[in-house]
């Protein structure tokens, strides 16, 4: 019953940007690890970011660091991914992801059906 839907992506030239967004709707926002993830063509899905239990912040995979910044806002149960300085590396298709923390349901593992990035050169 957990449903995370994407928007936000699209076709920019490098150098460029783009803001991501995840809502999340079917149970508590707070009892969800958030994480975003990609998915290049011909490769495996890769982790992007990963939003920090406790407090402010996220941690980040080294290709996008300082350049990928993740954070919630959770009056509105959505996920932000705010992409900046695009290469055409950074292509792939963007899904979001939530673990559920606690509760009958922890551990369960949700997706959302990704949006497409692409980057020219």
């Known amino acids: 019953q957990v449903q995370l839907v994407e928007s936000g992506g699209g076709l920019v030239q490098a150098g460029g940007s783009l803001r991501l967004s995840c809502e999340v709707s079917?149970?508590?926002?707070?009892?969800?690890?958030t994480s975003w993830y990609r998915q290049p063509p011909g490769k495996q899905r890769e982790l992007v970011a990963v939003?920090?239990?406790?407090?402010?912040?996220?941690d980040y995979a080294e290709s996008v660091k300082g350049r990928f910044t993740m954070w919630t806002d959770n009056t509105k149960n959505t996920v932000y991914l705010q992409m900046n300085s695009l290469n055409p590396e950074d292509t792939a298709v963007y899904y979001c992801?939530?673990?559920?923390?606690?509760?009958?349901?922890?551990?369960?593992?949700?997706w959302g059906q990704g949006t497409q990035v692409t980057v020219s050169s």
């Open positions: 992801n939530a673990r559920v923390l606690w509760g009958v349901n922890k551990g369960a593992d949700y």
């Open positions: 079917g149970t508590i926002f707070s009892s969800l690890h």
């Open positions: 939003r920090f239990i406790n407090g402010e912040g996220a």
